[in-house]
Structure formats: structure tokens, C-alpha cells
Nanobody, 118 residues
Framework: QVQLVESGGGLVQTGGSLTLSCAMSGRLFNVRAVGWYRQAPGNEREWVGLIRREGTTDYADSVKGRFTISRDNPWNTVYLQMNSLKPEDTAVYYC????????????WGQGTQVTVSS
């Protein structure tokens, strides 16, 4: 099993920056990627981006160029650096871990609220 705990959410003004952390523990040797998702009230959960074990990243078009995912070595914490924040970025942000041999995220954190004021 893998445990994930997000932190770093809060209130920020439009144009500001915030960095979220996803602290991981447990069977990390079996994790091949960590993704970030977000969900705003009344909206479906939206994929934000991911980082693979080897360090490569992918991003949703809506955040490309503004958000950056990174990780520490060893594979304990994943970060989501968010710049040039917009009110539409307001959501609960979740990190999730994808195991080798799986095609869906198997482990989820509890989420952290990000609110961008206009």
C-alpha cells in the first residue's frame, strides 16, 4: 500500500504562486508515476499532470507553461509548482500514485484546497 499526503494549499491572489507537496510512504518501489488532479465545486475531476519515476513529465494544456511537477530523490515527495495562478485554478488538488502493472491510479491523497482570488 502507498500513502500520500498533500500539503501547501491556501489562498493566493491572481498572478501569484503556490507550491503543493505530496509526501509519499509505503511500497514506493512499485510506483511508476505520480499524478496531480484537481476538482472544483460542481465540476468533474480534472487531470493536471504527472511525473514518471524516470523524471519525465506531462501536463494538461490548461496548465502547461504555468505549472511544474518535480520530485526529490529518492522518490519520497512530489511537488506541484504553480505560477501565474488564475481564479479558474481554484479547486481541491489531489496527488495519486500509479503502480506498475496498473492502468488506473491506485492510491490517492486526501486533497488540499487552493483558492485564487480575483
Amino acid at each position: 500500500q502507498v500513502q500520500l499526503v498533500e500539503s501547501g494549499g491556501g489562498l493566493v491572489q491572481t498572478g501569484g504562486s503556490l507550491t503543493l507537496s505530496c509526501a509519499m510512504s509505503g511500497r514506493l518501489f512499485n510506483v511508476r508515476a505520480v499524478g496531480w488532479y484537481r476538482q472544483a465545486p460542481g465540476n468533474e475531476r480534472e487531470w493536471v499532470g504527472l511525473i514518471r519515476r524516470e523524471g519525465t513529465t506531462d501536463y494538461a494544456d490548461s496548465v502547461k507553461g504555468r505549472f511544474t511537477i518535480s520530485r526529490d530523490n529518492p522518490w519520497n515527495t512530489v511537488y506541484l509548482q504553480m505560477n501565474s495562478l488564475k481564479p479558474e485554478d481554484t479547486a481541491v488538488y489531489y496527488c495519486a500514485a500509479l503502480d506498475y502493472g496498473s492502468n488506473q491510479y491506485d492510491h490517492w491523497g486526501q486533497g488540499t484546497q487552493v483558492t485564487v482570488s480575483s
